[in-house]
């Protein structure tokens, strides 16, 4: 009985960032994968599933049960890790070729992109935490899945939807920016990262639209689409590793070596930047970068690794706090 109890106690404290955890363990899959490593993408992609499962399970009970939480819960940038973390698990099934099941979840993705999203921006205030940035991460994560769809698909109605999503993803980037206490920078308890994330995704998908429209028998872009979507791709990758950079500089110069939960929130833009930068590579023809992209899968593996301990240590003191 009082393991039941230790365990329902740490059950109960998770906020709905904890979906950042998914969000993680699905874009290393998918680094993982783009670098040939398909057995340890496999097991990461299995356990992203295992925990997208436990935190749907915890999701459905509280709306149905503890209204009240849902709905604050639901008003916090993190409730949009929801949307982002089962996007990612979409997208990762696509290319495994699971494409019912891909498709499902990317369904349920834009239900819960429609519902959350107009909660959490009609919240907003000045000097948000890094997780502002989810907005963004969300809607590119909605990109990412649809591209990888319609090129698997040959659907052209999914790209275009997805084109549309993507310029909506960086107004949405610029709107949190003018949201964002850049404070957290050096204060931030890890979802400061997002901030670059966010770049990174919009890199990715930026990258998977102009793969879909390499896609044979599908014409999507014309040149001035095509280009201008190159442009704006290489673009976000540059800028994204140097937010990667900077956020690199404020951790060594005000390090914070004590797990939370915001940690994860970290460890998905270090796998997203190295993603983008496979991705990338292959989509504008730039093979050189895939040295670079292939050192910053396994630093988010390290970083992975070393998050996964602290949470595994936590859960532990939670339970036994909860027993004693």
Known sequence: MSVTRGLRAWWEGRSPAAGAAVMATGILSTDLHLTGDEALSLAALALAGVIWVVLAVGFVRRLLLDRRRWAAEARSPGALTAVAATAVLASRLAVLGRRPLAEALLALAAVLWAVLLPVVVRHWRPRMPGSVFLCCVATQGLVVSAAGLAAAEHTAWLAHTALVLFWLG???????????????????????????????????????????????????????????????????????????????????????????????????????????????????????????????????????????????????????????
């Open 170 to 324: 960086l107004v949405l980037y610029a709107l949190a920016l003018l949201r964002f206490d850049p404070r957290q920078l050096l204060e931030g308890a890890g979802d400061h990262w997002v901030s670059g994330g966010a770049l990174a995704i919009s890199a990715l998908a930026g990258a998977g639209l102009l793969a879909a429209g390499n896609t044979s028998g599908l014409y999507l872009w014309n040149e001035d689409d095509r280009d201008a979507l190159r442009t704006t791709t290489v673009a976000l990758l540059v800028v994204c590793l140097a937010a990667y950079a900077v956020l690199v500089v404020a951790e060594a110069v005000r390090p914070r070596f004590r797990y939370d939960q915001r940690r994860w929130a970290t460890v998905f833009p270090l796998g997203m930047t190295a993603a983008a930068t496979l991705s990338v590579a292959t989509a504008v023809g730039v093979p050189w970068l895939r040295g670079p992209g292939r050192v910053l899968e396994w630093v988010a593996v390290a970083v992975w690794l070393l998050v996964a301990a602290g949470a595994v240590r936590g859960a532990v003191r939670t339970a036994r706090a909860a027993t004693a």
